[in-house]
């Protein structure tokens, strides 16, 4: 009964992870419409993505890149940015756009919460 209820457990986060992907809004905003956490939404986001890894013959996910302070990490750009705006992609799949100046200080907080809720 248990693999069953997982397996069903399973389904009904897969079919909701689609529908946010589909929707085109943000993680806070699609929990909040359908009243769950954003905890528990990136959770098994984390959690699928690793099982499918694991049935694709991957054994062990690929681990993200983390920079110590004061370190350099090479940034490849794909297509020239408009003059001012900026795009990151994280490794866990966040994407930070920043128009306008970038305050680095504040870019690298951002950066380390998004590390930090993604560890959880």
Not at 8 to 33: H, I, K, N, P, Y
Not at 95 to 107: F, P
Request: net charge neutral; hydrophobic share 35%.
């Amino acid at each position: 009964m248990a693999r069953r209820k997982n397996a069903q457990t399973e389904a009904s986060w897969r079919e909701r992870v689609e529908r946010w992907e589909a929707s085109g809004l943000s993680v806070r905003d699609f929990c909040q419409d359908e009243s769950i956490s954003e905890n528990s939404f990136y959770s098994w986001r984390r959690e699928l993505r690793l099982r499918d890894q694991q049935r694709s013959g991957q054994t062990e996910p690929r681990a993200a890149p983390r920079a110590v302070a004061g370190e350099f990490i090479p940034v490849k750009l794909l297509e020239p940015a408009a003059a001012g705006a900026l795009e990151l992609v994280h490794p866990l799949g966040y994407v930070v756009r920043v128009d306008g100046e970038v305050n680095s200080r504040c870019l690298m907080q951002v950066l380390d919460l998004l590390d930090e809720r993604g560890q959880r």
